[in-house]
């Protein structure tokens, strides 16, 4: 089965203990495949970072902005708080959870 393979083979999943089988897993899964790109992509990039440097350097951006600026300056990972993305982008000013806009 190709998720128990990926289970035992990838070391993204080393360590990890589960008490249900990839069986379980495939029987209670939806029958649409939903997936989010570009959220994928960066998980992977940032994954193959982490496991391939002896450190990364980050910073936190307060607005994409400022994380525009720390990507030309040569970070390679930046934090960005979901809260203050969010107020950045209403017109309020007021900080507000990002399901709430």
């Known amino acids: 089965m190709e998720l128990e393979d990926s289970w035992k083979g990838n070391l993204r999943w080393k360590g990890i203990t589960r008490p249900y089988s990839a069986e379980d897993v495939v029987r209670l899964r939806g029958s649409v495949q939903i997936e989010y790109t570009l959220a994928r992509l960066g998980a992977e990039r940032l994954w193959n970072l982490l496991h391939s440097e002896t450190y990364v350097a980050a910073l936190g951006a307060l607005t994409g902005n400022q994380a525009v600026q720390q990507v030309k300056a040569g970070l390679k990972a930046i934090y960005l708080s979901g809260w203050q993305v ?16």
């Open 86 to 101: 969010a107020a950045d982008a209403n017109l309020s000013g007021q900080m507000y959870p990002d399901q709430s806009l």
